[in-house]
């Protein structure tokens, strides 16, 4: 069991359809993550919000539209996807604010795995 | 330019230790982690890193040089439920990312 919890844990959806990734942490971490993981690759960091603000943006599509509705949950928003998206969808948060030196793993919820017909 | 190395692969048997090395090559270096993630599921946090030397949890361990970019994660009495990928990530600036290596796919055999 992990301290993130990610819904669904299976997303098929079709080019057209508009879906949501639910992500949720009772850990007070105030940095949320997206990642998303391609089999036999390292997770690719998609967004990073921090304080419920977006601080990253790694130059991700704008078929995906991430939210940060409050410190504990984050949500992204799919439409239109391509089938190069089907991919594991992995939600991460870390503690400790501010920037530099610091043991600040993050921690990975078990992911969506999403299929894109 | 960033970049990480470690071995794609590895074969271990059960009950023995095995080392998986990390290399890396970043502009700045601010702690190095690794994460063990078997098929299908998350990472785990294993270990962290920042300061020259050895830390020990348990069945596993982690070195790092800062001099030489160089990191290894030591397990030791394996077991089968060991086998999965490791992966060496290293915070290198003053923000939240991680550079990720490619991951060490580690078998356990009986």
């Known amino acids: 069991d992990t301290e993130v919890t990610q819904t669904p844990k299976h997303l098929v959806m079709g080019m057209t359809n508009k879906k949501s990734l639910k992500c949720e942490q009772h850990m007070g971490h105030r940095a949320m993550y997206w990642y998303k993981q391609k089999a036999k690759k390292p997770p690719e960091l998609m967004f990073v919000y921090s304080y419920e603000k977006l601080s990253i943006n790694e130059s991700v599509p704008s078929r995906f539209s991430p939210e940060c509705p409050n410190s504990s949950l984050l949500n992204l928003h799919l439409h239109a996807l391509q089938p190069e998206d089907s991919a594991l969808y992995l939600c991460?948060?870390?503690?400790?604010?501010?920037?530099?030196?610091?043991?600040?793993?993050?921690?990975f919820g078990d992911g969506t795995r999403l299929s894109i017909l | 330019g960033q970049n990480i190395d470690q071995p794609t692969e590895m074969t271990a048997t059960e009950g023995a230790i095995v080392q998986i090395n990390c290399t890396y090559q970043t502009s700045g270096f601010n702690g190095l982690f690794w994460y063990q993630q078997h098929a299908g599921e998350a990472p785990t946090f294993l270990s962290y890193n920042v300061l020259d030397g050895l830390e020990e949890k348990g069945r596993f361990s982690s070195f790092l040089s800062r001099s030489k970019g160089y990191s290894y994660l030591l397990l030791k009495e394996l077991q089968m439920k060991d086998s999965a990928s490791y992966l060496c990530?290293?915070?290198?600036?003053?923000?939240?990312?991680?550079?990720w290596g490619l991951g060490t796919s580690l078998a356990v055999n009986p």
């Open positions: 991460a948060s870390s503690s400790k604010t501010g920037t530099g030196v610091g043991n600040q793993p993050q921690h």
């Open positions: 990530a290293v915070k290198a600036g003053n923000n939240r990312k991680l550079i």
